[in-house]
C-alpha cells in the first residue's frame, strides 16, 4: 500500500452568479456615473456653505450631515466600481472606508484618484468621458461588441 492520502479541498463559500463582461462593463459605467454626480455634488454643497452661510457655528454643524449623505452614496458607486473591476470584497470595502476618510481629511484627492483609475479603465475599452460620466454612445457600443464566453464562479465538485 502506498502512503499518498487523497487532496484534501477546503470549503469556502463561493458565489454562483454569473457575470458577462457587458454587465461588468455597465455596472462600471452606473459607478463611474455616479461617484462623478456624487463629487459635483460636495464641490457645490462646499461652496454653497461657504458663500452663503454666515461664518457662525451654524456651518459647522451643516458639514455633519453632508459627510453622512456624501459618504453613504460614495460607498454605494466604489461598491459598483469595485464590482466592475472585479476587486475582491476586500479591496472594495478598503476602498469605501478610505473614500469616506477622504472626505473628512482631505477633500477631494480620492474623487481624483478614482476618475483616473476609471479613465484608464475605459481608454482601453475606447469609451470617451462626458462631463457627468462617460459618452453613452461609446457604452452601448462597447457593450454590444462584448465577445466571449461569461465569467464563471461555481464551486468546486
Known sequence: MSD???PVYVAYPRSNVIQTDAVRLQTLVDGFSGLCKVFYGSVLSFI???CLVPKTEVAGYLDFPLLIFAVIYTGQYVGMI???LNWPKEKTNTARVLMGLNYLV???IGFVIFQSI???EF???QIRLSFLGVNKGDVERAIANQV???I???PPI
Open 106 to 108: 482631505c477633500g477631494f
Open 148 to 150: 466571449g464566453p461569461p
Open 82 to 84: 469595485g464590482d466592475g
Open 152 to 154: 464563471i464562479d461555481l
Open 123 to 125: 481608454k482601453k475599452r
Open 4 to 6: 499518498e492520502q487523497p
Open 118 to 120: 476609471m479613465s484608464n
Open 48 to 50: 454653497l456653505i461657504q
